[in-house]
């Protein structure tokens, strides 16, 4: 079992929908998650930290459920900019504080 | 402007040869990091390291090689010894490790490496 497992789509969402995609990890000492993007041939940037009680910006929310060992990110009334890919980041308590990613999820708007 | 500059963005290598990625960071950050990244695959860590004249095996080491002798720079040499370097090669630097503030680790443009 991969430690950080994502659907890779494509999510294909008409535009202002909503949508919402999960990401689990595998190791129950797990600290810290982030959700990164990702545009066709670019480089990851980060798009909001998950904490412990939610974190919402915007039309982004991200919630972590520890007991199921998940984070999710919903998107609403998305846009054609937000398509790209979703990377799901998670940093295990005993991994020196390295990064483990996960192999994102595809996000794709239609107008 | 303060950010990650790699380079080439596109480089070519016949098979035997070794590269040398460039990564530059102007950013003041202690932490860098080397990934591969393939299709349909997370980032990979190959080195990092989180101080001048020092670093560590990510988890795909073998076949490369990094010197941090600048806190600025950290290039990575992808020797033939690296069976399948085909793939996107992402720099990336942190303030440090250790705690939630230090951990955003921000990225180069990246460098395609294509193996001939």
């Known amino acids: 079992r991969k430690e950080v497992e994502q659907d890779p789509g494509p999510f294909n969402v008409p535009e202002g929908a909503t949508v919402a995609f999960n990401c689990t990890y595998s190791n129950s000492a797990s600290q810290s998650f982030f959700w990164y993007r990702q545009d066709c041939r670019k480089e990851p940037k980060l798009l909001m930290s998950?904490?412990?009680?939610?974190n919402e910006d915007g039309r982004f929310t991200a919630q972590l459920n520890r007991a199921s060992q998940y984070i999710s990110l919903l998107i609403r009334d998305s846009k054609l900019s937000d398509s790209a890919t979703y990377l799901c980041v998670v940093i295990p308590m005993d991994s020196n504080y390295q990064l483990i990613w996960g192999a994102g999820t595809k996000l794709i708007i239609k107008p | 402007d303060g950010g990650i500059t790699q380079s080439p963005k596109y480089l070519f290598r016949k098979e035997g040869q070794n590269v040398t990625l460039s990564c530059e960071q102007n950013?003041?950050?202690?932490?860098m990091y080397w990934y591969r990244q393939d299709p349909g695959q997370g980032l990979r860590l190959i080195y990092y390291s989180q101080i001048v004249n020092d670093f560590q095996k990510g988890d795909i080491a073998e076949g490369y090689s990094v010197s941090r002798e600048k806190k600025e720079s950290f290039p990575l040499t992808v020797t033939s010894a690296q069976k399948n370097p085909t793939a996107f090669y992402l720099c990336?630097?942190?303030?440090?490790?250790?705690?939630?503030?230090?951990?955003?680790?921000?990225f180069g443009p990246g460098t395609r490496l294509t193996v001939l």
């Open positions: 990336a630097s942190s303030m440090g490790t250790g705690t939630l503030a230090y951990n955003e680790q921000f």
């Open positions: 950013l003041n950050h202690d932490a």
């Open positions: 998950v904490y412990s009680s939610g």
